[in-house]
């Protein structure tokens, strides 16, 4: 990587971060290299590939972000990147390239240190924790996109299974499950104990669609929720902020909004309680790492 210069180098994580900074929301890591890719004009050796297929821009740019994540200007999740409040302050702070890769730089170095090791500090050893975790991170990637495009594709029924399954894997007695047809806004009806006998009743919507739910989606279902009810909203596209916002500051109607990475965290965090059969609408086979230091 030594034919792109730190400049170089800083010149295209800015773009990177224009790029995360336009999004609403957690941008595809992806998406998000393709985006720039788009903005800018890459040199021969830049569009050129490693023996592996990887275009070689590509590298040196998630080999960049090592150090903005450590540099706590930089989320991962999933697969997804986005800016953190002092990512965007940097973006701002530092507008020349260098000094802008360079500061992260800085900041990576900083964690280094504070990390404890029994190996002296060398770039052979840097370069091997950073390929490391950017070998973590993909893999990490394209399972997580296999699993959404499963979970995506599901019909909203067997969704909704899949969600009354985890419920019961919680503790919790799930009492009735929407058929196909109108279900009145209410896909789900679950309580503490098996015979419903103690409170709070929990009504679950379940939306399986792409697309985030809004505020005026959210209180159309809060409105279903009475006093002793609590509100479990489940919906693969997530939610826009307005309705994130709302259901944060709710007083009177208790609400929990449940995304697709919390519900798949939960699905993980308690598979070993489901049965056979409930396993089987989303299994799961782990594949371990050696952890990455970077």
Not at 36 to 59: I, N, P, Q
Not at 119 to 147: C, G, H, L, M, Y
Not at 235 to 260: H, M, W
């Amino acid at each position: 990587m030594a034919e792109i210069s730190a400049r170089r180098t800083g010149e295209l994580l800015r773009v990177l971060f224009q790029v995360l900074g336009e999004a609403q929301d957690a941008v595809q890591a992806r998406n998000a290299l393709a985006q720039l890719a788009d903005r800018v004009r890459l040199t021969e050796y830049e569009a050129g590939s490693y023996g592996s297929g990887d275009r070689r821009f590509e590298k040196v740019v998630r080999f960049a972000t090592v150090d903005c994540v450590k540099a706590g200007w930089l989320a991962k999740s999933k697969g997804r990147w986005s800016l953190t409040e002092e990512g965007k302050t940097a973006y701002v702070k530092y507008p020349d390239p260098e000094a802008f890769y360079r500061q992260a730089r800085q900041l990576y170095n900083k964690w280094k240190k504070s990390q404890p090791t029994d190996q002296p500090p060398n770039d052979d050893v840097e370069t091997a924790a950073k390929t490391a975790t950017i070998t973590f991170e993909e893999a990490s990637e394209q399972a997580w996109r296999e699993i959404g495009q499963y979970l995506h594709g599901m019909t909203p029924y067997d969704f909704q299974d899949l969600v009354a399954a985890l419920l019961r894997a919680l503790g919790y007695y799930v009492a009735w499950v929407s058929p196909p047809g109108k279900d009145g806004g209410v896909d789900i009806l679950a309580w503490p104990d098996a015979l419903g006998t103690r409170p709070p009743r929990i009504k679950v919507q379940v939306k399986r669609y792409s697309s985030a739910v809004n505020v005026e989606g959210l209180r159309s279902f809060m409105a279903l929720l009475g006093e002793d009810d609590v509100g479990i909203f489940v919906a693969a596209g997530g939610f826009t902020k307005d309705a994130s916002d709302e259901a944060r500051t709710q007083e009177k109607r208790k609400v929990t909004l449940i995304d697709l990475e919390r519900f798949f965290d939960l699905w993980v965090e308690h598979y070993h309680k489901l049965p056979e059969e409930d396993r089987r609408r989303l299994p799961l086979q782990p594949i371990y790492f050696l952890a990455p230091e970077a």
